[in-house]
């Protein structure tokens, strides 16, 4: 089932949050996981009336998430829906698990408003099969980021 999370599903959400940084190499040579701050952002994400965390459950079990927010040009009124973290857990990889997750994301992005849907691939997780899926939606390359140690 497709829904936003709520604080009740925050201890869901943050196991699978901590599943995501230890697979994800590109997120682990940048920064060090963080409970507490972990713990308040997913907080931020759920409570806040510009984001949210739509999760995709059966049975009680997590199978993956998406975590949005809607941003907005620094020299544009426009919203844009921004995809934060995204996530399905190995077992559910390949199933329309994904395809659930992004179409729940993109009804999120129409309710508020917004103009256009930002998604991105930067765990290092799957990249070309998920830059495939995205391109097979509808979806086209837009930016490329670079990151260099300082």
């Known amino acids: 089932m497709i829904k936003e ?3 009740l ?3 869901k959400v943050f196991e699978i949050s901590k599943e995501v940084y230890s697979a994800a190499v590109n997120h682990r040579n940048i920064y060090a996981w963080d409970d507490s701050k972990a713990l308040l952002m997913l907080k931020h994400y759920i409570a806040s009336d510009n984001a949210a965390i739509i999760i995709d459950e059966n049975s009680q079990k997590l199978k993956g998430f998406i975590i949005v927010e809607l941003v907005t040009p620094a ?3 426009e919203l844009i829906a921004s995809e934060v973290a995204f996530f399905v857990r190995p077992e559910f990889q390949g199933s329309i698990t994904a395809f ?7 009804s999120w992005a129409k309710q508020k408003g ?4 930002e998604l991105g691939v930067s765990s290092g997780l799957n990249q070309e099969r998920t830059l495939y899926m995205y391109s097979a939606l509808g979806y086209r390359p837009s930016s490329v980021t670079y990151i260099k140690e300082v």
């Open 75 to 77: 020299a544009g009124l």
């Open 5 to 7: 999370a709520t604080l």
């Open 9 to 11: 599903d925050l201890p």
């Open 114 to 117: 917004a103009n256009h849907i």
């Open 100 to 106: 659930r997750l992004i179409k729940g994301y993109e």
